[in-house]
């Protein structure tokens, strides 16, 4: 009979150690928690992000600044001729990389458009790469379009390899003396182009 309780109460002791839970799942559960409270703090609010039409709401790529010769690099136009960043020396250019399979490249034409036609009088101009596609796909798509900056065709990757460019859209800005001083991957806005490019601009 004593024998037959102190099995039970083994058991019992057994049980609670089999079901009790262990300490760092514990430990990894509360961490988890406190890090979605502090993301749900730090998340940007919808009105500190802006769109690709520069309106508020959605998240934007930010230029970083960095210091380096641009790379030569000539190639042809839409009407077949060819263009070389050297002939732009003493302009402020900002290289724009796209492709008309890109969706948020598409998306950012509109944006690089308004900001060139709004600069265009200051000794700025904007040139679009088109990664790897035939000329005529490239123009009928401008056709559709209210771009009036250069469009430049990189058929063999030439333009993508100098840039070391690996997605898109990616751009550059080159100040006045052939140096690219701004850099970004990703679709930007408006506000965002005002406010780090302008200032290339208004100092050449």
Known sequence: MAKRNNTSRKSKKELKKKT???VGLITVGVGIVLLGIAALFLMPKPSDSVSADGSTGEYSSVPMEVNFDAPELTLTNLEGEEESLEDYLGEVVMVNFWATWCPPCKAELPVLQEYYADHVGEGFTMIG???NEPQEKVASFIETTDVTYP???DLEGEGSRAFNVNSYPSSFVIDCDGTIV???TGQISKEML????TPVIENK
């Open 20 to 22: 009790a839970p262990p």
């Open 129 to 131: 790469i088109d990664a």
């Open 151 to 153: 469009i430049w065709l």
């Open 182 to 184: 701004l850099a970004w």
């Open 194 to 197: 005002e406010k780090h490019v």
